[in-house]
DNA sequence: ACACACATGTAATTGGTTACATGATTTC
DNA sequence: GAAATCATGTAACCAATTACATGTGTGT
């Protein structure tokens, strides 16, 4: 267990804002990062539990002036250690698996138009990411100005917004590919009809 | 379990090339969608069982004149139904957790040049792929002129080089970034060094 | 004779999602 | 007092990696 991303996450976050609770962790994480990690409560809670028993993280009264039953945490220094212990390791190359890629792969072996639908909606799909990672860079701007945070921010945010720009770009290009491919292919196949 | 995703790209590797083995399949995997899907035999050989059982498959004995002891896997009807099935259904967006972003997005916690690093490394990693890319991009064209899935495999593949080089630029300019802002930080901390 | 690639599998463990269950507090 | 949202947690399940174990045919 020891390593589990969740516990790298929690320690960052915490990092970030202290005395939050599994609640607001999971919060940040929906609000900054979801765009290329999430985490569910699932894994948070227990993470939580253990991370506290290891000495990573201790709990803490609700600061908050007494309002609802709520445990909230803060990185301890054995915490902040680790912390610092895995943003030096090399980080792990993991293969992100895409169903979508996979379905195109097999494109062949799908019905007509399948394709073109799935790379609509992967388009469409895009493009409302793209402009809420746009207000997302506005809001971060704005927001943090001078935030010692900030440069690491905008530094994902730009990848973000980066790949779902090629990604929109490209799902034009597979249209027309697609389109093209299709008719090929149905006039070849009337062809056959005819001749048979 | 019915419909895990190894099941689905057995189906689908099984479509372009029957009687395979799931040696040949790992094989297949690796050399043809290993920049965007990875298996491992530990899930192959059991998942190849189960769908004989289930009547996707049917196992034939090797069909290649009589060399090594080997399970060669073929589609039935009903797995070719299955396939197609997948492939009409909408494609699960799956969040593509990347460590190495998330150790940028906390990169303020990390020491100084340690997400430099982690940059650079990840800029080199791209240009090697990006290298094999278009290689295999070659390569396909060459030796499938016609073939009917030369255009699906075109069209993931060109999604592969595009995001590869979005991903070469970006690092470019995040290093840049990096650097400014590692220079800005150590010049305020020697200011307040200097300044106790 | 030896090494290497071919080939198949199992067991242990991890990492994670999903669904379920519960209850408190605020807001309308 | 009803609805929404805050808040915490557990149990069941699933997907997947890793390490282990084993044996065969080919080439040198």
Same mark, same amino acid.
């Given at each position: 267990? @020891?390593?589990? @991303? *969740?516990?790298?996450?929690?320690? #960052? ?8 609770? #599994? ?18 409560? #699932?894994?948070?809670?227990? $993470? ?6 290891? #000495? ?14 709520? @445990? ?17 390791? +090399? ?25 073109? @639908? ?32 900030? +440069?690491?921010?905008?530094? $994902? ?6 790949? $779902? ?15 093209? *491919?299709? *008719?090929?292919? *149905? ?8 001749? $048979?």
């Amino acid at each position: 267990m @020891q390593h589990s @991303q *969740t516990a790298n996450l929690i320690l #960052g976050m915490l990092s970030i804002e202290p005395n939050r609770s #599994g609640y607001d962790i999971r919060k940040m994480v929906e609000s900054s990062v979801s765009y290329f990690w999430r985490e569910s409560y #699932g894994q948070i809670y227990p $993470t939580l539990k253990r991370m506290a028993r290891e #000495g990573l993280i201790v709990a803490r009264p609700s600061t908050s002036k007494g309002k609802r039953k709520r @445990q909230e945490y803060a990185l301890s220094a054995k915490g902040r250690a680790r912390l610092q212990e895995w943003l030096a390791a +090399p980080y792990r190359d993991d293969p992100p698996r895409s169903e979508f890629l996979l379905k195109l792969f097999f494109g062949r072996a799908a019905s007509p138009n399948a394709c073109i @639908q799935h790379v609509r909606h992967f388009q469409a799909n895009n493009k409302r990411v793209l402009s809420t990672l746009l207000e997302v860079e506005r809001q971060v701007y704005a927001n943090n100005a001078g935030h010692p945070h900030l +440069p690491f921010w905008l530094l $994902t945010l730009s990848y973000g917004i980066a790949h $779902t720009r090629s990604s929109i770009e490209w799902s034009e290009s597979a249209v027309t590919n697609l389109s093209s *491919t299709q *008719t090929r292919t *149905t006039a070849r196949s009337k062809k056959r009809v005819r001749r $048979t």
